[in-house]
Every structure is written in C-alpha cells, then in structure tokens.
C-alpha cells in the first residue's frame, strides 16, 4: 500500500500530465502517446481506488477514448484519413483497435522510397509490438474495475490485429516477429524482432483470454487459442536476460501477472515459465547494479529506463505475498529461492524514486527531454498496484 506522502505526489504528477497533454484541456494541444498513456490510464485507476475520488476513474475513460480517436486514426499530416483499420465512421468508433493503434511519434513513419536512417527511425510513426501489448493490458483493467465489456472485446481485438501485422512465416516454415510495422501494418519499418516481444504477446495475450472468460457475452467468438500458440512457439527455447533496467522491469512485471494467473487458473502450468522469468530477471539486475550508471549525474542518465525497473522491483512483494498462498503449491522451490534474492535489491526502487523526486535531477535535459514520460512512470513506480494487477480474482 501506498504512503500518503507517495500518493500526494502521483496525484500532483498526473493531474498535470492530464492538464499538459490535453486530457483535461479541450482546448489545449493533445498530445498522445501509446506508451506514456497506457502507463497513465493505469494509474488514474489506481488513485481513484487509494483516493475514492471518481475524478480520477472519469481521466481514464477519457484518455482511452482519446486514444483510440487519436492514435487508432491516421496522422493529420497523413493524405489517409479515417480509422487505421479502414472501417467506417460508426463502425471504426465500435472496433478502434481493429487496426492496431498508432506510436504517437513526432515524425511521419517512413515512406517506401525513402532510406532507412537509424536515428531519425526513433523519431518516426508506425506501430511497436511491445506497445501494443501495454494498451492490451491496460485494456484489461479498465474493464476489470468498470465491469463494461467493450474494453476486454477492444483488448482481444487488438490481440487479433497485432498478431496478424507482427508475426509471420519465414520461407523455411518458421515463426517470426518483426519490431516495428506501419501505421496500417502492411510493410515492416524495422524487420529485426524485439527481444522480449514473443514473451509479451504470450503473456498479455493470456491475460486478455483470460478475461475474456470471465467475461460471459463480451466477445462472442473471439478466439485466441491461436495467437498463444504461436506466441508459445516463439518463445520455445529463447532466455530473456538483458542489463537494460527497463527490460528488467519488464521482465518482473511479466514474472508478476504470471504469478497471478497461476493462482487462479488450474489450466495455466506457468512454473517454469516463471522459473525462466525470475532467473534471467536475477540475472540482469545483479548486471545492472554492478554497471556503476546509478552513481552517474542525471544529464548521463534515462529516468523512464530505471523507473521501468522500479516498477518490476515492486512487483517482488506482491508475488511473494501471492506465493504464500494458493500460488505457492505450483511456483516450486526454485522460483521461491529467485524471489528471495530479487528480495534483496527491493531498497533499488525507492533509490530510483528518490534521486528522480529530487528537484534537481528533474532540472536535467535527460528528464525534460522526455517529461511526459518521465513523470507517468515515476507515478507509477509510487503507485504501482493499478498497473501490476491483473484484475480481481
């Protein structure tokens, strides 16, 4: 649970992200971003739960839907216009995941005639697989804490829509996940495949299933017995360890909802699994920890990346408090001996915390250069049970 002083300042923190990037301002310039936003719909649920005021319940609903008008339609400076799906008016506003969603990045995406430059490609549009699948999830607690069913229906649809732009077949008769695709998913911008994307579409497209299922009628027919075969089949034999704090914490967070759906779901073998998740997350922290970039001056360092593994350091607790109970019978020995030692660096999270709450690293081009971004995640890593919960058992 959340202090009182942590909570006083993820308040202050999204109310002026929501004032700054036009969820409140209808007047103002809007200002999306599938990311940042996906963090903050997450977090807006969470402090109307530990607040008990409906303001905050009211910021998440309305941000979805300005992310869906915005990012789920093509770019003003685009000659497309309309959904990225291509559906209708009427019908695009009833399936706006239908097509995916777009990045939110200042630049068009690249053009066909144009020649790839790699540093100008972090600037440009199109859609990312591991961004997709944060909106999935952030899909899925909004739907968990209003009980309407259109959210776990635009969840699956989106599993749906980036399964079929990402993942596809190599000449050989494999599986394989590109990193970046275009706005309307017909042509990879970046063909390498993401690291850790196979795991997340795994992960995140069992959440949503799992929803869907508790969800009787919300979406008749939608299927995704599919897609987490082949999600399966790509993470097949792969290790995830990575230094990046970031992918750190996203392996945690992933390690987290694997726990959960444990828990309660007898079909779900996840044990090693989470066996896998745990070690290499142990991995790459003990990497990290001993790389010496926490005793660099806020210009040498990325707050987004370090709050990221904030974020999944915090998700050590809660998997160990559901490990004591119904969990703890399927986790194993070894998965208990991880969590023991991932245990140990909890203090990180309130390190990181701490040295981006200070008035002075937030004074640091590497912070301003990335505010929106930079504030949503440190909120996150305040409050972090909106974002890593799953939905109520």
Same mark, same amino acid.
Not at 180 to 192: E, F, G, Q, W
């Given at each position: 649970? *959340?202090?009182?002083?942590?909570?006083?300042?993820?308040?202050?923190?999204?109310?002026r992200f929501a004032r700054e990037t036009g969820v409140t301002d209808a007047g103002g310039t809007v /200002? /999306?971003? &599938?990311? $940042?936003?996906?963090?903050? +719909?997450?977090?807006?649920?969470?402090?109307? /739960?530990? $607040?008990?005021?409906? @303001?905050?319940?009211?910021?998440?609903?309305?941000? !979805?839907?300005? !992310?869906?008008e915005v990012l789920g339609r093509h770019r003003s400076d685009d000659p497309r216009s309309g959904w990225i799906s291509g559906l209708g008016g009427a019908e695009g506003r009833l399936h706006p995941t239908a097509g995916g969603l777009r990045i939110g990045k200042t630049l068009a995406e690249r053009q066909p005639c144009e020649p790839f430059d790699e540093r100008l490609e972090w600037d440009r549009d199109g859609?990312?697989?591991?961004? &997709?699948?944060?909106?999935?999830?952030?899909? +899925? /607690? +909004?739907?968990?804490?209003t009980g309407d =069913?259109?959210? @776990?229906?635009? #969840?699956?649809?989106?599993v749906k829509a980036a399964h079929k732009g990402f993942v596809g077949r190599t000449a050989a008769g494999g599986t394989r996940m590109v990193w970046?695709?275009?706005?309307?998913? $017909?042509?990879?911008? +970046?063909?390498?495949m993401g690291h850790h994307d196979p795991l997340d579409g795994l992960i995140t497209a069992r959440e949503v299933a799992r929803f869907l299922a508790r969800q009787p @009628?919300?979406? =008749? @027919?939608?299927?995704?017995?599919?897609?987490?075969?082949?999600?399966?089949a790509l993470c097949k034999g792969r290790r995830w360890t990575t230094d990046d704090p970031l992918g750190v914490g996203g392996l945690l967070f992933d390690a987290g909802r694997v726990v959960e759906m444990m828990g309660d779901d007898d079909d779900f073998d996840g044990g090693d699994l989470l066996a896998d998740l745990l070690g290499d997350a142990v991995a790459g922290l003990h990497a990290f920890a001993n790389g010496g970039d926490l005793h660099e001056r806020a210009d040498f360092r990325l707050a987004f990346r370090e709050l990221?593994? #904030?974020i999944g350091v915090r998700a050590v607790a809660r998997m160990q408090a559901t490990i004591a109970g119904e969990a703890g019978r399927r986790t194993g020995d070894k998965a208990r001996r991880l969590l023991?030692?991932?245990?140990?660096?909890?203090? &990180? *999270?309130?390190?990181?915390?701490?040295f981006w709450l200070r008035p002075a690293s937030r004074q640091a081009a590497s912070w301003r250069d990335h505010g929106d971004i930079n504030a949503v995640m440190l909120a996150t890593s305040l409050v972090p049970d909106g974002f890593l919960a799953i939905q109520p058992p």
């Open positions: 649970m *959340a202090d009182t002083a942590a909570i006083a300042i993820a308040c202050d923190l999204m109310a /200002r /999306r971003y &599938l990311w $940042t936003d996906a963090f903050a +719909v997450c977090n807006f649920l969470e402090l109307g /739960r530990l $607040t008990g005021e409906a @303001g905050w319940q009211q910021l998440a609903l309305g941000l !979805v839907g300005q !992310v869906h859609q990312y697989f591991h961004y &997709l699948t944060k909106w999935m999830h952030a899909l +899925v /607690r +909004v739907g968990a804490t =069913p259109a959210y @776990g229906r635009w #969840a699956g649809e989106l970046k695709m275009s706005i309307d998913l $017909t042509r990879a911008l +970046v063909a390498s @009628g919300a979406a =008749p @027919g939608l299927d995704l017995t599919g897609e987490i075969a082949d999600f399966a990221g593994l #904030a023991d030692d991932l245990a140990r660096h909890c203090p &990180l *999270a309130e390190s990181i915390e701490g």
